[in-house]
């Protein structure tokens, strides 16, 4: 008899044993996924069939949770978090959701019985890959903690059909291939066709009258149709499941039936094209005029689609937008979002009818801003040729907002006619541009950075009028982590160790509490736990490196690991100089004493950034000469591991030894690689530069390698006119180097191909390379003994985990509920 027709059986009863957590009930319904969802049986079932059902089975009890939190934040009337992103770096979803529901053992040994491979169906699942670096993992970590911290949240961003390409390596050069996540079905979202939304492009705008108000109605080209796809982000530990909704772009009509019996067979499609396109790729080449018009779309196409889903929910609530910025706090991801603050002002004024002043106090108590980079390039603006042509309405309230807002800045400045120039959000001075940051900032009732000393640069360069005239919007919220991905999911061996130490699991939900491991740093015991630990990672690593790279290397060595997107501010270059001089001292010296090194890179360049691309090439060609020469690669190697990604990287954290974060000073906003190699217990090299700062504040300065000039002393010797080819030939081993890459020695005797990455160094270095170069061999130095000392290194390393608590993504988000979003919890139960 089912459990529905049990006698006494109540439908609640019933709904808790389809999503009981026991160990045959996970058997059951995953056989009935398998059945009657994918049309399977056990002995015929596929990997993939595998990994499907066993989402749908983890699915179904997240949706449980879901439901009931829905209902519990309806009936609250709370105020929601609602994070706009246009990246969202999830990483494989299965292996997440088994931890934080608890049932990671039971569902290992339910796989076992039922003969299933449970690692090969958690390898089974492909990353969606929506998101380009540390953004878009930000934005999966702030989800996270905001499900687990039980705060009301919904993430916003697109559901890009082919996400940031995968990397291939051919000889040595990045390779791009599609990334194709959705070929095989995404069993963790779920398609919700009737939310859909009208989304306007190009056309021009008319006046009207509207009980004697001058009103405007815009009348598009192009109507584009955003269609809503649900993933459901379970907290961990509680009840609580929290929504991210990504839109997808489709034509309101597939098919033009009279263009295809005119004869028009493209034209009978055009539209579905056109629309789809918008939703197709991460990031398209912006290099090319059609890639600038496509991100642009997109990032019009999420706000729009976004803020219209807001105003829904809004009234259907309370019948009313008065309260809008009561019931919602819209955070912007960095600068991509924040046209988000023209398009809900046209919202209201336009489609709702508001006055200006009403709907310009509830837009600017609605939205915060989190700026993540200080790069000038990196620094969105647009032209206003391209944008009055793609939002001929959006850049009329733009120019309005622009007026109201420097008569303001006209009151407080007088005369400053320097400073209003400076502020306006149109730059007059580079081909009429839209500065999007200058727009964002305007329209936040609060900025924030996302490190203390990033934020004081934002205050002191790129939005210092701004800090002027409103000291009281700037904040600092400093980035954190997930220990659940980075540690527990990653790093079971050191999850294990940390529970067994605290007493119970209560430090995943407060890494401070990892306090209690500082007085085991002395104890010979405990150091051998660790090392255990440790090694076990680092052979895990190199038979994974072993399969995928074809590199066999020995994890007794010291694991040296930079991993991070290619980009000269982040200096890779600077660690290969570093790696090409210990290869000719040891050439020069074949019996000299060094430590055993494993150099490790990682990381993709952007498709269009020609000389991060030479770098990764620089990489690969050395680890090619070093490798093969058998006179010194017993005591050197170099890895460059492909297709740098969430999943790929949760093998790495555990198992380095050394984390680079040498990027120039006053570059790196803030930095995560940094916190997550930090958190599993690698000590760090690096600058004074984003987090690195208050990590090493944190962890003692003892415990943190620290070299480079400051962002102060590069100022001043660019100011005084850096002049990189003197330093080259003061110093010998640094103009050795370069010489030995200009050689030919790592092309195979081309000295043309790796000229414009030595003549950059030598005659603009723009990142300060060749200043920081001797200071980072003689830390490096440093690092070599310190590693021939097995008990000061291990100590080192358990007071580096212990002392992490504070980057722990659940801390950020505390902060952003009690300085800026004025939110509490709201508990869901079962």
Known sequence: MSDMNRPGSAVG??????????????????????????????????????????????????????????????????????????????????????????????????????????????????????????????????????????????????????????????DGWQVEKSDVWLRDGNPWELPRPKLRFPVRFGGHTETFQDDGRVRVRWIPDLVVEGRAYDTPILGYGVSNANLLRLWSAHAPESFDFQAFNTGDYYGAVHAKVEAETISKVLYPNDEPQAGKELRLKQQYFFASCS????????????????????????????????????????????????????????????????????????????????????????????????????DKVRMHFLGDEARIARMSLIDEGHGRRIRMAHLATVGSFAINGVAEMHSELVKSTILKDFHDLWPERFHNVTNGVTPRRFIIVSNPRLARLLTECCGDDGWVRDMDRLRSLEPLADDVGFHEDWRRMKTAAKRDLADWLRRRVGVNVDPETLFDVQVKRIHEYKRQHLNVLHIITLYERLKAEPNRDVAPRTFVFGGKAAPGYLMAKLIIKLINSVAEVINQDPQVNDRLRVVFMPDFNVKNAQHLYPAADLSEQISMAGKEASGTGNMKFAMNGALTIGTLDGANVEIREEVGDENFFLFGHTAEQLQRLQAEGYRPWEICNDRFELRSALDLIASGLFSHGDKELFRPLVENLLYQDPFMVLADYELYLDRQTEVSHAWRDPKHWNRMSILNVARMGKFSSDRSIRDYCERIWRVRPVPAEL
């Open 307 to 406: 803020l219209q889903d807001m105003i829904r929910l809004q009234l259907g609530a309370a019948g009313t937008l008065e309260g809008f910025h009561e019931k919602f706090v819209v955070q912007l991801n960095d600068t991509h979002p924040a046209i988000a603050v023209a398009e809900l002002m046209r919202l209201l004024i336009d489609e709702h009818r508001m006055d200006w002043e009403p709907a310009w106090e509830i837009t600017r108590r609605t939205f915060a801003f989190t700026n993540h980079t200080l790069l000038p390039e990196a620094l969105e603006t647009w032209t206003v040729a391209l944008f009055g042509r793609l939002l001929p309405r959006l850049l009329e309230i733009v120019y309005e907002i622009n007026r109201r807002f420097l």
């Open 13 to 170: 009863e019933s709904d808790h044993i389809r999503t009981g957590l026991s160990k045959e009930q996970l058997k059951q319904a995953y056989i009935d996924n398998l059945f009657y969802l994918l049309g399977r049986f056990l002995e015929v079932a596929t990997p993939h069939d595998s990994y499907m059902a066993a989402a749908y089975t983890v699915r179904d009890r997240m949706l449980d949770r879901w439901i009931k939190t829905a209902r519990t934040y309806k009936a609250s009337q709370a105020r929601t978090v609602c994070y706009l992103s246009a990246e969202f770096l999830l990483g494989p979803h299965l292996a997440k959701n088994l931890i934080n529901l608890g049932i990671m053992e039971v569902s290992r040994e339910a796989g076992a019985e039922l003969g299933l491979d449970f690692e090969a169906i958690l390898e089974q699942e492909e990353e969606p890959g929506l998101g380009n670096g540390g953004l878009g993992r930000l934005a999966a970590c702030y989800l996270d903690s905001l499900a687990t911290l039980q705060i009301p949240a919904i993430g916003y961003g697109i559901r890009y059909e082919f996400g940031i390409f995968d990397q291939l390596i051919e």
